[in-house]
């Protein structure tokens, strides 16, 4: 829990639509809010899968005052109790990674993008040189302008 080791995997059931799991809070002081987010992760070079439980709520002393998670009375709180079940998710792992770094590379592979690429370069080379012609057209007619101003204002002094 925020990055800390705070128990164990104990056991894993894969069911059809969900996989379980049991997991050993090895701390007695750590409280974990209903309102988090869980999601496994594969860290490391590894791949070692950890379970990532990120409070999404901000925690005050009030709350924690004489909580005690074996309780009857802890139902009604905030925290997770003994034996209760928090909802979690699949998180991001090296897998999911490599699928995506492959289909990026076989897109940037493909001959008819890199033409699409060069045109569009060409066409932004192009575009670029007709706006300088442009802004020294405009450039030019200023210049004009302000020594015909300039001769207008101040020949009559």
Do not use: W
């Amino acid at each position: 829990m925020r990055g800390i080791g705070i128990g164990y995997v104990n056991k894993i059931q894969v069911k059809y639509n969900y996989v379980l799991i049991k997991v050993n809070i090895s701390m007695p002081s750590v409280l974990i809010p209903k309102n988090s987010l869980v999601e496994t992760t594969q860290t490391g070079l590894l791949n070692d899968t950890v379970i990532d439980i990120t409070p999404l709520q901000n925690i005050t002393t009030q709350d924690i005052k004489n909580m005690n998670v074996f309780a009857k009375s802890c139902a009604k709180s905030i925290f997770v109790c003994h034996y209760d079940y928090i909802k979690g998710e699949r998180g991001l792992n090296y897998d999911d990674l490599v699928r995506a770094a492959t289909r990026i590379s076989q897109r940037l592979d493909d001959p008819i993008l890199f033409n699409l690429v060069n045109i569009l370069l060409q066409n932004t080379i192009y575009i670029s040189n007709e706006f300088i012609e442009l802004t020294d057209s405009i450039v030019d007619t200023a210049v004009l302008i302000y020594d015909y101003l300039y001769r207008i204002f101040f020949s009559q002094m």
